[in-house]
Nanobody, 127 residues
């Protein structure tokens, strides 16, 4: 059974930092591209960042580029999202997802179509 478990969410002031983690089990982790997505209250889920199987290529939504850093540790079957210079508009439930598609970036930027999803972790940024 595949599981993706997010952690690291919480309450932080604007300008602060958080580091999210997503631990995977039940899949051959190194064969999957991974993504982070978020859903704010009343809004649709949106793409935040993606990373290829090796960690050599990470890509970001324009809204977080330069502030967020996506990395992975295949030995630990875990991905990380370092979030710096947080803004109140970053407040959302953050989800990680996994896909084995060869068009991973195309799928992720649509915000859906991942093979597996986690249950999410809440990030709240106060002004």
């Amino acid at each position: 059974q595949v599981q993706l478990v997010e952690s690291g969410g919480g309450l932080v002031q604007a300008g602060g930092s958080l580091r999210l983690s997503c631990a995977a089990s039940g899949l051959t982790f190194s064969r999957y591209s991974m993504g982070w997505f978020r859903q704010a209250p009343g809004k649709e889920r949106e793409f935040v960042a993606g990373i290829n199987w090796s960690g050599g290529n990470a890509y970001y939504a324009d809204s977080v580029k330069g502030r967020f850093t996506f990395s992975r540790d295949n030995a630990k079957k875990t991905v990380y999202l370092q979030m710096d210079s947080l803004k109140p508009e970053d407040t959302a439930v953050y989800y990680c997802g996994a896909t084995h598609s060869l068009n991973a970036e195309g799928i992720m930027r649509k915000g859906y179509g991942m093979d597996y999803w986690g249950k999410g972790t809440l990030v709240t940024v106060s002004s």
